[in-house]
């Protein structure tokens, strides 16, 4: 039983930040930016809730799908509205998904990929049962993320980077297609404290530990030096795996966590950046929310047809990684 993509949404809220904006708060400019990171501008979240992201972008992958025949939504985020209700069941409620299962899962930029391989696994196995007869099964993964809330605004190193935003997929099984051919999912000890952020909890009476809230902290060096040859590993696993090679794919969906790591990727892969859809200049880093906003921003294009073979590719905080290759 194949799962295949049959919808794509996306949603970036309407308050727009550029370059020059961020540089009336920190020192640095637009040339800097641009230079070291390939963003023009963000978008930040000034009335829009992580859910009100979220919902958007699935009412957009959506759009003539049957809603009675979701039985999952997975959202991945590390920014959520509520410690609980999960995203997923706001989700759920919002857009009427009555016979959906929804939960959360935080795998912070890798999310949405872990997010199809979660949906992919139970959609062949636990959700038969939910399926109605004459009803294909279905499953919406959505990846929504407000980092601006959690983003040290006085460093200028981290600062240029982030945005808020979500993108959506919905998956659609079919016995006539392959979709999804495979995944390969890795996490990697961060022993160096490269990416962390630490919780908003309030400081119980009984002890003495600071709870202070502290804003998103990452060292850009081992960051750089991890994704790059991180993307490179579990995208080559997943590629062996469904027994193709770089040559292969005919596009490559990026984590946009920096426009210079895409270019270093495709240069370890030995391939040319026009087969990478580069959507970072009008975005920035939206974690979990980048990987499918930018592959609807690629199908947009028409770019894609039917057979092509695309690489999913996320990489960041835990240290982890993920990789599906996908047969559109």
Not at 61 to 84: E, F, K
Not at 191 to 205: R, T
Not at 221 to 241: H, M, P
């Amino acid at each position: 039983m194949g799962i295949k993509i049959i919808g794509t949404g996306k949603y970036l809220p309407e308050k727009v930040i550029t370059n020059e904006d961020i540089s009336q708060h920190v020192d640095t400019s637009h040339e800097w930016i641009l230079d070291r990171t390939g963003i023009e501008q963000r978008r930040i979240a000034t009335t829009e809730s992580s859910l009100d992201m979220a919902a958007a972008a699935a009412e957009q992958a959506l759009q003539g799908i049957d809603r009675d025949s979701i039985g999952l939504v997975v959202v991945a985020t590390i920014t959520p509205d509520n410690i609980t209700p999960s995203m997923a069941a706001q989700v759920k409620k919002e857009l009427g998904l009555e016979h959906a299962i929804a939960f959360d899962i935080n795998a912070a930029c890798s999310g949405f990929v872990y997010g199809l391989w979660i949906a992919e696994s139970l959609m062949n196995t636990a959700l038969s049962q939910y399926s109605r007869d004459g009803v294909p099964e279905r499953a919406l993964v959505i990846g929504t993320e407000r980092l601006t809330r959690v983003t040290n605004w006085e460093d200028r190193e981290t600062c240029i980077l982030f945005g808020d935003g979500a993108g959506a997929a919905v998956l659609e099984s079919d016995e006539n297609e392959r979709g999804i051919l495979s995944t390969y999912i890795k996490n990697y000890d961060d022993v160096k404290g490269a990416i962390k952020c630490k919780a908003n909890y309030i400081n119980p009476p009984f002890w003495e530990d600071d709870l202070t809230p502290q804003p998103l902290f990452m060292k850009g060096r081992a960051v750089f030096k991890f994704a790059v040859n991180a993307i490179d590993e579990v995208t080559t696993g997943a590629l062996e795996e469904a027994g193709l090679t770089y040559d292969d794919v005919d596009w490559f969906v990026l984590h946009q966590a920096n426009g210079r790591i895409i270019q270093s990727a495709a240069q370890k892969m030995g391939q040319p950046i026009e087969k990478f859809q580069i959507s970072i200049q009008d975005g920035g880093n939206v974690s979990s929310a980048t990987v499918p906003m930018a592959l609807y921003d690629l199908n947009l294009t028409n770019k894609m047809k039917k057979g092509d073979i695309i690489a999913l590719v996320g990489f960041g905080g835990g240290l982890c990684a993920a990789a599906a290759i996908i047969e559109w």
